[in-house]
């Protein structure tokens, strides 16, 4: 009779020798550790995520000045390759990308609260999907209700969305 060589054999091999490795009946080795996550927005009864949510705090001037790299757009992220950007000069001046057309307008951010004035913008056309993206970003702007920063972040919590714009700071020679 001759057997057939075949490069399944080694591999079917290993695998027999894990799955009896995997049954032993060690009562140590079922033991399993519990681990419990809570995320921002969601407590449990401890209140944990109250204490992951005093972190974020309200920026002052300086620390909102900079270029801003959005990273996610009211918790439906962002599209890669497609940077949407927001650039505070400090003196009451924003500019930035939408993803697609670049913006250029006023800002002011008084006692925590930013707002903006008219954006004008290009007008070019992309793809429908970065366009939407776009759309959404502007829309989000015009509806601000707080800002804060935690730790790296610029959050932007805009009326309608659960979850705030989360923007992380750029090194100015990236910025488009």
């Given at each position: 009779m001759r057997v057939a060589r075949s490069g399944l054999?080694?591999?079917l091999a290993i695998a027999a020798l894990c799955m009896l490795g995997c049954s032993a009946s060690d009562p140590q080795a079922?033991?399993?550790e519990t681990?419990?996550?809570t995320t921002v927005g969601e407590a449990?009864?401890?209140?944990?995520a109250e204490?992951?949510?005093a972190t974020s705090r309200i920026p002052d001037a300086t620390e909102l000045a900079g270029?801003?790299?959005?990273?996610?757009l009211g918790g439906r992220g962002v599209m890669d390759m497609v940077q949407t950007t927001l650039v505070f000069d400090g003196e009451g001046r924003v500019s930035g990308s939408g993803g697609?057309?670049?913006?250029?307008?006023s800002y002011t951010f008084t006692d925590g609260e930013l707002s903006f004035g008219p954006l004008a913008g290009t007008?070019?056309?992309c793809p429908e999907a970065v366009m939407d993206q776009e759309d959404r970003f502007h829309k989000a702007l015009g509806a601000i209700d707080r800002v804060a920063v935690d730790g790296p972040f610029l959050l932007i919590h805009a009326g309608g969305s659960d979850a705030p714009l989360r923007f992380t700071r750029m090194a100015p020679d990236v910025v488009d």
């Open positions: 054999v080694i591999p079922e033991q399993h681990v419990s996550i449990d009864e401890s209140g944990a204490s992951a949510q270029d801003w790299l959005l990273e996610d697609c057309n670049r913006y250029t307008g007008k070019m056309m």
